[in-house]
């Protein structure tokens, strides 16, 4: 893993399309995912058929649900609404929530460790057992019990997001960075009197760069999975604001007398936007020669 | 009829940039109480050529055309399920590593025994271990060490270990690897020791694969010299070391140390080429100090010359070149 | 010489216990600032609007300690969970938490083990696999898999294989335990194990039928880290130095397989208390998704009620619980790995 040191990271565009690297194929296909799922959320309003929570249907239709058809692609609800357009802005809330904890997260779980690596006293030692301790625990249970204290809402799903994957972030870059301060070339730096600001911004921080990538691309895998979990049980928005946790929610009453397009497609989003995150990271990891825990 | 005959021997690797021809064309015979020593650098193809005997190539290696014949069974055709039969009864192997030869997670008797059980020399769980004590104790390790696992011994007794289990299956044949080489140099006089005890006593053919070539004249009665995949040399060890015939044996002596004597050390300049794309004619010819037009033409066959093999053009019979 | 005299072992086990006591204290802690971050009191936050008489909620804020300084309610209820009190409910006033989670736990514990063992089990085999064929078809897509399994959302992937096996298919169940009409004295509240204590086949076969597509569902996701970390331990370990000296003495291949996987599992087995862990809360969803009756739906029913005190039980069970699995997983390591010393 020493091999990571000093190695340039350009990840420019055309530098990732040109040249055959191992990974390329998966991190590309992810980014194509990932920036396909970002886009239709942004078009939403100009793209779907309907407004999201409105009913499209005439009055003789509601309370059933009605199947796909060549008007209503993914079907409607027992209420009316679109199931189509409903998908095209449900990925709205979990992109936001998870872009927001996974900034905290960075912001505060990075130079953390980077701090507590670099200086390794006392500090290092309590913050280390606590975040092992949260890092030990089921995520998606932390995460429901601070959601329902804080109350739903996109905000507070992501704190509590946050207190959840803060620990993932911290735990590698401080295991990295305690790698790197081992190595002679910060000995030297250190020997030509640069204050430790410098250090860990020049020195420590390039070389941990590729491992917050791949942390990124995985924790978010996992961080898009949990916020959908909370969305699922009404910790993130309520109804019937378009969301794919919580059409998936509603959706589940329904789903066993036959309408199963309530279910299918909001549920295949969220799948497909944490395999979107998945195979980045993966990718990102081959390329790096970054082995992954899970 | 020979104990072991290699006939026409083509092994191969095939890689992303190519085909390795780790075996060219190799003729060998083992007669029955013989100590053969196959010299040559590493990717000289020596190890190959041993391991292609039980066919335990690494992968991708692969057998291309040939046959060795075992006593008459040519194991190159022999189904896996056969070949299992002569594996460890009939042809015993030890490996470079004793480190990593051993499962670190299974006590030394369970694995000795286990190949008693398997083979049928032993018929149940107490005389395997019975018979795997008295292989131990035979290798100079007490029977009490059963029980250990192989991070509780040192290098030279799990190499020690290596040996017991394979003659306790009493084959004819015992493939050493490079047995020694892992080991310090006090270790390894022992373990030769060893080796040289145990194939009296068992009545023993050696196949004894090293890079070192005062090593081998030690004990041998035979050296073979390998170099690119191929044979070169093949003499009664003596010979061998008194009169080497090939340029290449000579660079191989020469680039020995000698205790007795105050000569020169000089390697050969140059390196082995590059399997995959093998230069023509005589493949030692690009680091020969003798080449001449022929060596780059022309690839020389192994001559017979007086119970002594060589493949070098200066031994033509026509007699040129000397 | 022994390799398992009982000392050496004892002492590893008590030192591994010790160092959980810390990880089950800070999360404990953390659950105690959490609630404590509501405005007003728990009480107030879960009765909400309810109208309730003063002197009533006077006595209930009282009960809870919740009058008394924060450090002495932190030790208070410290003490209690040491003895099995875990507070009583404040949406059912008086109702003791311990007693719900006793009736709980079993459910859980019954759905986490019969995943877990199943997130093995397809681990170790694709994983097996995918090192044999390494290089293959079969391999990248082994890998592709491995990689969606984990993706798959779990309510979205528990309601799809209900769809396939309940409606459609009309095999299995889709939802809770046992069947109304099949009758079973519980005595761990582990149905299938209560079943088999009893000689109970109908009650067995009802109770595995229920457990089949949520454990299955649980299995699958889990599986993905178990086939990567096996497919790469395996192929490193099927090159190694002993498994070519096992094929030497000519040991057959099946057998040369086994001792291969058992040095492949031996890394796997570490990795197993923090999958127990991630499993747990796949766990919480997976009881929404099939009515299972755990802590884990106890936990989400208890969050729409704001029954904070039992919110804060269940999730200190929770922990107790990933620590317990955790010191167990320790002590399974080595007792199967020689070179671990203690």
Redesign the interface.
Known sequence: MARIVGRPIGFSLAGMLRGRYPGKKMMLTGIFIILFIIMISILAPYISPYPPAQRSVPISQLGTPQPPSWKHPMGTNNLGYDMFSRILYGGRVILYVVALAAAISLGIGVPLGLVSGFYAGKLDRILSVTMDSIYAFPGIILAIAIASVLGPSPKNAAISLSVVYIPTYYRMVRGKTLEIKEMLFIEAAKSLGLPDRITLLRHVLPNVAPIILVVFGLGSTDAILTEAGLSFFGLTVTYPKPDWGLDLYMGKDYFLSGAWWLVFFPGLMITLLALGFALLGEGLAEKLEIRTER | MALLEIRGLNVEYPTLSGIVRAVVDANLEVEGGEWVSIVGESGSGKSTLAYSI?R?L?PPGRIRSGSILYRGVDLVKLP?REL??????EI??I?Q?PM???????TIGD?IA??LL??GIAKDKAEAYSLAGDALEEVGIPR?RL?S?P?QLSGGQRQRV?IA??VA?NPRILIADEPTTALDVVVQAKIMDLLEELKEKHDMTIIFITHDIALAAERSTRIVVMYAGHIMEDAPAEQLVENPLHPYTQGLLNATPDLWSDKRIESIPGYPPDLRRPPPGCPFHPRCPRAWGLCRSEKPALLDLNGRRVACHLYRREGAGR | MPRISLGPLARYIIIRALMIIPTILILYTLVFIILRIIPGNPVEAALGTRYIPPEIKQRMIEQLGLNKPLYVQYFQYLLGVLHGNFGTSLVIVGRPISADLKNRFPATLELAVWGFTLSVIIGLTTGTFAALKRGSKTDSALRILSIIAYTLFIPWFGMMLQLIFGVYLHWLPTSGRLSARVSLHPITGIYTLDALLTGNWPAFIDAVKHLILPSLTLGIVLSGAYTRLVRTNMSEVLASDFIRAYKARGIRDRKVLLHALRNAFIPVVTMMGLQFAILLGGAVLTETTFSWPGIGSYLVEKVSLRDYTAIQGTIILFAFFVGLISLIVDIIYALIDPRIRY
């Open positions: 039980t335990l690494p896996e299992r039969k002569y594996r460890g009864p015993g192997m490996f590593d990593t030869s051993l499962d670190p997670v299974r694995q286990e190949a398997e083979h009490n029980k696992y991070h290596l289990g394979a299956l």
